[in-house]
Nanobody, 125 residues
Framework: QVQLVESGGGLAQTGGSLTLSCAASGRTFSNNAMGWFRQSPEKEREFVAHISWSGAMRQYSDSVKGRFTISRDNAKNTVYLQMNSLKPEDTAVYYC??????????????????WGQGTQVTVSS
């Protein structure tokens, strides 16, 4: 089992920045590829970014590429999402998720076994 707790959400202005954190506990954190997803009202949960166990492999959705950066610190059991140049369409609940495997799979939410409770990000225009 892996328990995940997100933090760092809040209100930002268009063009601003926020950094989300996800603290993991339970099984060895370095055994899990990690991902960030988001969901806004009346929309399905969508992939944002994911990172392999070592951090060597990272992938992003087209909508955030060049603006968001995913990273991890295995010594702190934490994964981060640095969000820059925020847009109103980035407004959503952001979820941290963990795979059972070390390496990246597809970008579907079904690839991820463990989920946090989510943190709200609101970007004002």
């Amino acid at each position: 089992q892996v328990q995940l707790v997100e933090s760092g959400g809040g209100l930002a202005q268009t063009g601003g920045s926020l950094t989300l954190s996800c603290a993991a506990s339970g099984r060895t954190f370095s055994n899990n590829a990690m991902g960030w997803f988001r969901q806004s009202p009346e929309k399905e949960r969508e992939f944002v970014a994911h990172i392999s166990w070592s951090g060597a492999m990272r992938q992003y959705s087209d909508s955030v590429k060049g603006r968001f950066t995913i990273s991890r610190d295995n010594a702190k059991n934490t994964v981060y999402l640095q969000m820059n140049s925020l847009k109103p369409e980035d407004t959503a609940v952001y979820y941290c998720a963990a795979r059972r495997e070390r390496y990246l799979g597809g970008s579907s939410a079904a690839e991820y076994a463990y989920w946090g409770q989510g943190t709200q990000v609101t970007v004002s225009s």
